[in-house]
């Protein structure tokens, strides 16, 4: 494994690249570099959302592969998938991602329905969201949160001693 300097100032600094992530995309960044920019990336990115819907760094890449692709239809899905992953949790990253990708929803007639939707989040059996590329919908009925607010842990007390 070749090596490569980290601080160019302070060459004695030397390390090994970190690994890839699992399957072989670059973890540190959010955005996608331009060599991996593709539908291809994209559907290995929507495959390890529905193994692991909690994985909010791989639904930001997947949202940025498509909108750098210039594909409003798959850049709504992507966000649609997000907002059924965070429930009723990051009420920040919502917005941001609503502002910022607010023509490819706009497009679809997301806009105003998602803004309605802010604060509570979204259903994922609402037939609104029934888009192709989107992942986490389901027509079945039912509730899954795949992301729930961190509770305070009760205070315990000492442990008995036997």
Same mark, same amino acid.
């Given at each position: 494994?070749?090596?490569?300097?980290?601080?160019?100032?302070?060459?004695?600094?030397?390390?090994?690249?970190?690994?890839?992530?699992?399957?072989?995309?670059?973890?540190?960044?959010?955005?996608?570099?331009?060599?991996?920019?593709?539908?291809?990336?994209?559907?290995?990115?929507?495959?390890?959302?529905?193994?692991?819907? =909690?994985?909010?760094?791989?639904?930001? *890449?997947?949202?940025?592969?498509?909108?750098?692709?210039?594909?409003?239809? *798959?850049?709504?899905?992507?966000?649609?998938?997000?907002?059924?992953?965070? =429930?009723?949790?990051?009420?920040?990253?919502?917005?941001?991602?609503?502002?910022?990708?607010?023509?490819?929803?706009?497009?679809?007639?997301?806009?105003?329905?998602?803004?309605?939707?802010?604060?509570? =989040?979204?259903?994922?059996?609402?037939?609104?969201?029934?888009?192709?590329?989107?992942?986490?919908?389901?027509?079945?009925? =039912?509730?899954?949160?795949?992301?729930?607010?961190?509770?305070?842990?009760?205070?315990?007390?000492?442990?008995?001693?036997?």
């Amino acid at each position: 494994m070749n090596t490569f300097i980290t601080a160019p100032g302070n060459p004695g600094r030397i390390r090994t690249p970190s690994p890839p992530a699992d399957f072989g995309l670059p973890v540190r960044s959010l955005d996608i570099s331009a060599a991996w920019r593709s539908p291809a990336t994209a559907t290995l990115l929507a495959a390890e959302i529905g193994r692991r819907p =909690g994985n909010l760094h791989a639904h930001m *890449q997947r949202i940025s592969i498509w909108q750098k692709l210039g594909n409003p239809a *798959q850049t709504a899905a992507a966000v649609i998938d997000l907002w059924i992953a965070l =429930g009723t949790c990051g009420i920040e990253l919502r917005t941001r991602v609503l502002n910022v990708h607010h023509a490819a929803l706009e497009q679809h007639n997301l806009d105003i329905y998602l803004h309605a939707r802010l604060h509570r =989040g979204i259903d994922r059996h609402a037939p609104e969201i029934a888009l192709r590329g989107v992942v986490l919908a389901s027509p079945v009925e =039912g509730s899954r949160a795949f992301l729930r607010p961190a509770a305070a842990k009760p205070e315990r007390g000492p442990l008995p001693t036997p």
